[in-house]
């Protein structure tokens, strides 16, 4: 299985010493491995709340920050190693990133690993409504229910 993870921190901020675009790009083509998925690429953008509110602004017509957003593509491209889809982008907010784990009760690096797969799961067509993972309540919805099952078995990498 083949898949691209494309990693880029938005320009201006302040780069946290644990962003390894090596290690979260392999943490994410693990992810997409584990789901069977093949031929994907992925972009995520670390950002900051500001950036991630004016995205939440344009394109969900939400004017406040965000932990996550994940915008699907979905064209396929062809190229020297074959056909790829272009599932998508993912944007992650490092100011809300903290306070996410600090929220749940959990360290940062379980957070981020969340955060990923969340991102991963939209970008190929899950969906989870109006639910949201609550401190101390199991999810029910499919999405949010394969999300922390992966979660769990992704429980002894470090990312941050």
């Known amino acids: 299985m ?5 990693i880029s921190v938005q320009g201006g901020i302040t780069i946290p010493t644990w962003l390894d ?9 693990e992810v997409l ?8 690429e992925i972009s995520i953008l670390f950002c900051n709340d500001s950036a991630i509110q004016q995205l939440n602004r344009d394109y969900r017509n939400i004017d406040s920050p965000t932990d996550i957003l994940s915008f699907e593509n979905g064209t396929k491209y ?14 992650i907010s490092l100011d809300t990133l903290p306070k996410n784990a600090d929220y749940f009760k959990v360290s940062q690096n379980e957070e981020l690993k969340r955060l990923l797969i969340h991102g991963v799961l939209h970008l190929n067509g899950y969906d989870h409504g109006e639910e949201h993972i609550e401190p ?4 029910t919805d499919e999405m949010l229910v394969l999300q922390e099952k992966i979660l769990s078995e992704f429980k002894e990498i470090n990312l941050i």
């Open 78 to 91: 062809t190229d020297e190693e074959g056909e790829w889809l272009s599932a998508g982008d993912i944007a």
């Open 21 to 29: 675009d090596n290690k979260i790009g392999k943490f994410v083509i």
């Open 136 to 139: 101390g309540v199991a999810p």
């Open 33 to 40: 491995k584990k789901l069977s998925y093949d031929k994907e």
């Open 2 to 6: 083949a898949n691209r993870v494309l």
